[in-house]
């Protein structure tokens, strides 16, 4: 890990106010780097603007003040280069089969045909599902589509990939799993991941640095190192420390998640 | 054969073993409807004759242009639309009350303007069917889910290729009801037209033989256009069954 792949400076969040509302102050202001080629979540209560962060870093929105820059260059409200995303909803493109959703990732490389369908098969052997080449997604589990999403965005090799809460629909026993598997995709693609999650655990697992956000406007409140060695799967929940971590990040987002639910029930 | 497939065959079966028995047993005299198996000899005997092949042509030609015509400029408008908001607001309350207009109202007026040729007629089945494929696109258009807009939008693709690869695909279930209801009136525009007024055509044919108390032409002509809606039809719900069933919804 070496200098700042991602630095957010001063970012603020505020979506406009509808017809009749009032605009709402979802983020910011917020500071903070990601480093290049670690892997960094982000855990926080429920409406923080945990997913408007991903979205900003992403260039699927702007900010309404301060500056977000990917490798030295600003990001504009404009998808950077070399940046993939993994969203929590179902993204699979139902009509494609496996192999042409993941082939999908390179629609707009300059790559010959031989050399796409190279890195295609490449993946799909990567992520477990060269048995499934030619099976559409809606006949595979939750977890397997997910799979598919996830083999879609590394085919394209990013620099930067940015999870938004990508196990948030799967059972628990897949969750882990799918945890080993991302962990090994960081370690094999050496690229930098971004987590976004609401488990404690699953952010505890998996990052290297844990950021803690507020309730809304989600502002960055604790920073976690979590000092697990590189090369780590789920069998680290069961390291002693591992308790030691979750009760700290709960320590910091018990009174924030107590804000949030505070709001709700005024509502 | 699926049991319900079954169950479908033996209605139509006994369908037209009681119009046989009617037929026979003098309840429907055979002025009215000669009995099936004569409608089914008469049919073949046409189909070998080949005596109305081009007026088929004919009919066939524009139900499938006012066809193409429909579905086309309802599957382009209706992607347009579903990108302006307000012009689709202003355009709603027509779409909604557009099928309690009596388009067929205009068919006189439609021949003053463009004479007694097929003009009126495509007009009036592409009419029929272009609001139809509209609305249907946009109802399409609307559930495509905002996550396939963002992965199109990380994938860098523009506004036509997200159209083209993401969204138009995600309604292919939609654009093929649409397809349907575009055909069948398409087919109930043309036909229509040509029995209200017409130099030629099926429905031309069918209106001369009921003047002229013709059975042995009328009905094997009216079994035909069936045929051949119920045919094409079938196409294409086997071809959305196929679409839906891939995608886990059948």
Same mark, same amino acid.
């Given at each position: 890990m070496?200098a700042?792949?991602v630095?957010l400076?001063g970012?603020?969040?505020v979506?406009?106010?509808g017809?009749?509302?009032q605009s709402?102050?979802?983020?910011?202001?917020?500071?903070?780097?990601?480093?290049?080629?670690?892997?960094?979540?982000?855990v926080?209560?429920?409406g923080?603007?945990?997913?408007?962060?991903?979205?900003?870093i992403?260039?699927?929105?702007g900010?309404?003040?301060g500056v977000?820059?990917?490798?030295?260059?600003?990001?504009?409200?404009?998808i950077p280069?070399g940046v993939?995303v993994?969203?929590q909803? &179902?993204a699979?493109?139902?009509?494609?089969?496996?192999?042409?959703?993941v082939?999908?990732g390179?629609?707009n490389?300059d790559?010959?045909e031989?050399?796409?369908?190279?890195?295609?098969?490449?993946v799909?052997?990567?992520?477990?599902?060269?048995?499934?080449?030619?099976?559409?997604?809606a006949q595979?589990?939750?977890?397997?589509?997910?799979?598919v999403?996830?083999a879609?965005?590394?085919?394209a090799?990013p620099?930067?990939?940015?999870?938004?809460?990508?196990?948030g629909?799967l &059972?628990?026993?897949?969750?882990?799993l799918?945890?080993d598997e991302?962990?090994r995709l960081?370690?094999?693609?050496?690229?930098t991941v971004?987590?976004?999650?609401?488990a404690?655990d699953e952010?505890a697992?998996l990052?290297d640095?844990?950021?803690?956000?507020?309730?809304r406007?989600?502002?960055?409140i604790?920073l976690v190192?979590?000092?697990?060695?590189?090369e780590? &799967?789920?069998?680290?929940?069961e390291?002693?420390n591992?308790?030691?971590?979750t009760?700290?990040?709960?320590?910091?987002?018990r009174?924030?998640?107590?804000k949030t639910?505070?709001?709700?029930?005024?509502a | 054969?699926?049991?319900?497939?079954?169950y479908?065959?033996?209605?139509?079966?006994?369908f037209v073993?009681a119009?046989?028995g009617?037929?026979?047993?003098?309840?429907?005299?055979?002025i009215?409807m000669?009995?099936?198996h004569i409608?089914?000899?008469?049919?073949?005997?046409?189909?070998l004759?080949?005596r109305?092949f081009?007026?088929?042509?004919?009919?066939?030609?524009?139900?499938?242009?006012?066809?193409?015509?429909?579905?086309?400029?309802?599957a382009?408008?209706?992607t347009?639309?579903?990108?302006?908001?307000?012009?689709?607001d202003?355009?709603d309350p027509l779409?909604?009350?557009?099928?309690?207009?009596p388009v067929f109202?205009f068919?006189?007026?439609?021949?003053v303007m463009?004479?007694?040729?097929d003009?009126?007629q495509?007009?009036i089945?592409?009419?029929?069917?272009?609001?139809?494929v509209?609305?249907t696109?946009?109802n399409?258009?609307?559930?495509?889910?905002l996550?396939?807009?963002?992965?199109?939008?990380?994938?860098?693709?523009?506004p036509l290729?997200?159209?083209?690869?993401v969204?138009l695909?995600f309604?292919?279930?939609?654009l093929?009801?649409?397809?349907k209801?575009?055909?069948?009136?398409?087919f109930?525009g043309?036909?229509?037209?040509?029995?209200?007024m017409?130099?030629?055509?099926?429905?031309?044919e069918?209106?001369?033989?009921y003047t002229?108390?013709d059975n042995?032409?009328?009905?094997?002509?009216?079994?035909?256009i069936l045929?051949?809606?119920?045919?094409v039809?079938g196409?294409l719900?086997?071809?959305?069954?196929?679409?839906?069933?891939?995608?886990?919804?059948?």
């Amino acid at each position: 890990m070496s200098a700042a792949q991602v630095t957010l400076r001063g970012v603020t969040k505020v979506f406009p106010a509808g017809a009749g509302g009032q605009s709402v102050h979802a983020l910011g202001p917020i500071d903070f780097e990601i480093k290049k080629g670690e892997f960094f979540a982000v855990v926080g209560p429920s409406g923080c603007g945990k997913s408007t962060l991903l979205e900003l870093i992403a260039g699927l929105t702007g900010p309404s003040e301060g500056v977000i820059e990917f490798e030295g260059r600003p990001i504009k409200n404009d998808i950077p280069d070399g940046v993939g995303v993994v969203f929590q909803e &179902d993204a699979c493109f139902s009509w494609l089969t496996v192999r042409d959703n993941v082939m999908f990732g390179l629609r707009n490389r300059d790559f010959g045909e031989e050399e796409k369908a190279r890195r295609v098969a490449a993946v799909i052997a990567m992520m477990g599902l060269s048995d499934f080449v030619k099976t559409y997604p809606a006949q595979l589990s939750g977890g397997m589509r997910q799979r598919v999403c996830i083999a879609r965005t590394i085919v394209a090799e990013p620099r930067l990939i940015l999870l938004d809460e990508p196990f948030g629909a799967l &059972d628990q026993q897949t969750r882990l799993l799918m945890g080993d598997e991302v962990l090994r995709l960081w370690r094999e693609t050496g690229a930098t991941v971004f987590l976004i999650t609401h488990a404690l655990d699953e952010a505890a697992m998996l990052a290297d640095r844990i950021a803690v956000m507020s309730a809304r406007p989600g502002k960055i409140i604790d920073l976690v190192e979590t000092q697990w060695p590189r090369e780590r &799967d789920s069998r680290i929940v069961e390291r002693e420390n591992f308790g030691a971590l979750t009760s700290r990040l709960w320590k910091s987002l018990r009174e924030e998640s107590m804000k949030t639910m505070g709001r709700a029930g005024g509502a | 054969m699926t049991r319900v497939r079954l169950y479908q065959l033996a209605v139509v079966l006994a369908f037209v073993l009681a119009l046989e028995g009617l037929c026979a047993v003098g309840v429907i005299d055979k002025i009215t409807m000669p009995a099936p198996h004569i409608i089914l000899r008469d049919f073949f005997r046409l189909l070998l004759e080949g005596r109305y092949f081009d007026e088929i042509g004919k009919s066939l030609a524009n139900v499938l242009v006012a066809f193409a015509l429909a579905f086309v400029v309802g599957a382009v408008t209706g992607t347009i639309l579903h990108g302006y908001r307000t012009a689709r607001d202003i355009l709603d309350p027509l779409f909604a009350t557009y099928y309690a207009i009596p388009v067929f109202a205009f068919y006189p007026l439609f021949i003053v303007m463009f004479g007694l040729g097929d003009g009126p007629q495509l007009l009036i089945g592409f009419l029929l069917g272009v609001v139809a494929v509209i609305v249907t696109t946009l109802n399409g258009l609307d559930r495509v889910p905002l996550v396939l807009k963002k992965t199109a939008r990380v994938n860098r693709l523009g506004p036509l290729q997200t159209a083209l690869r993401v969204t138009l695909p995600f309604c292919a279930p939609y654009l093929l009801t649409a397809a349907k209801l575009a055909l069948a009136y398409a087919f109930i525009g043309v036909i229509g037209s040509e029995f209200i007024m017409a130099r030629a055509g099926m429905g031309y044919e069918i209106g001369y033989a009921y003047t002229n108390f013709d059975n042995a032409t009328m009905y094997p002509l009216i079994l035909l256009i069936l045929l051949l809606s119920i045919l094409v039809n079938g196409l294409l719900s086997h071809w959305e069954k196929t679409l839906l069933a891939r995608r886990g919804l059948a």
